[in-house]
Nanobody
Framework: QVQLAESGGDSVQAGGSLRLSCAAS????????MAWFRQAPGKEREGVAG???????AYADSVKGRFTISKDNAKNTLSLQMNDLKPEDTAVYYC?????????????????????WGQGTQVTVSS
């Protein structure tokens, strides 16, 4: 079992920045992948950014150049630095743990490939 806990969500003005964190605990492999997803009201959960165990990263087109994902293997933490936030970034942000999507070819952003999820943290961006 893996437990994930997100933090850092807040309300900000458009153009502002936030840094989300996700602490992983429990049975953590020494070779693991993680990702950030988000879900806005009335919309499906979508992948925001992912990081493979080998350090490779991937981003949704909508956040490229604005968001940066990073993973600290020593601390078992995942971060998402979000800059130049826009109202359309408003959502609940979730971290997820697992490499299946990367390895199976379904993609890092295939949410059905992740077995472990955090409870989410709310990000609200006002114009």
């Amino acid at each position: 079992q893996v437990q994930l806990a997100e933090s850092g969500g807040d309300s900000v003005q458009a153009g502002g920045s936030l840094r989300l964190s996700c602490a992983a605990s429990g049975y953590i492999s020494n070779w693991y992948c993680m990702a950030w997803f988000r879900q806005a009201p009335g919309k499906e959960r979508e992948g925001v950014a992912g990081v493979h165990a080998n350090g490779r990263t991937a981003y949704a087109d909508s956040v490229k150049g604005r968001f940066t994902i990073s993973k600290d293997n020593a601390k078992n933490t995942l971060s998402l630095q979000m800059n130049d936030l826009k109202p359309e970034d408003t959502a609940v942000y979730y971290c997820a743990y697992g490499c299946r999507g990367w390895n199976a070819g379904t993609g890092w952003n295939a949410n059905f490939e992740y077995d472990y999820w955090g409870q989410g943290t709310q990000v609200t961006v006002s114009s």
